[in-house]
């Protein structure tokens, strides 16, 4: 059974680079069909899907986060990796890490709060 599991700083200062990781056990990122995402919750708020790379590599983005979304994976160690810049307290939330197939979710992590904060 696939798992996913984030990881990365809890606090995060405005204008900086938000990094985290997912290490996925039990299954391969570049296993066919599959897309690997990026979604977050802020406080109050409903799910807000980030991105996703795709199991040939490529990668999409949310338009409103475009600007500033960076995904990339490292194919040796089966993880992938959000990069989110310039963020500002609005960026505030939990981050989840998940595995899509055919349009719905099908795996994700416990999630990890990260919190924009001088």
């Known amino acids: 059974q696939v798992r996913l599991q984030e990881s990365g700083p809890g606090l995060v200062k405005p204008s900086q680079t938000l990094s985290l990781t997912c290490t996925v056990s039990?299954?391969?990122?570049?296993?066919?069909?599959?897309?690997w995402s990026w979604i977050r919750q802020p406080p109050g708020k409903g799910l807000e899907w980030i991105g996703h790379?795709?199991?040939?590599?490529?990668?999409y983005y949310s338009p409103a986060l475009k600007s500033r979304t960076s995904i990339s994976r490292d194919t040796s160690k089966n993880q992938f990796t959000l990069q989110l810049s310039s963020v500002t307290p609005e960026d505030t939330a939990v981050y989840y890490c998940?595995?899509?197939?055919?349009?719905?979710?099908?795996?994700w992590g416990q999630g990890t709060q990260v919190t924009v904060s001088s």
């Open positions: 998940a595995r899509v197939l055919h349009y719905a979710l099908d795996a």
């Open positions: 039990g299954g391969s990122i570049t296993t066919n069909y599959y897309y």
């Open positions: 790379i795709a199991d040939g590599g490529i990668t």
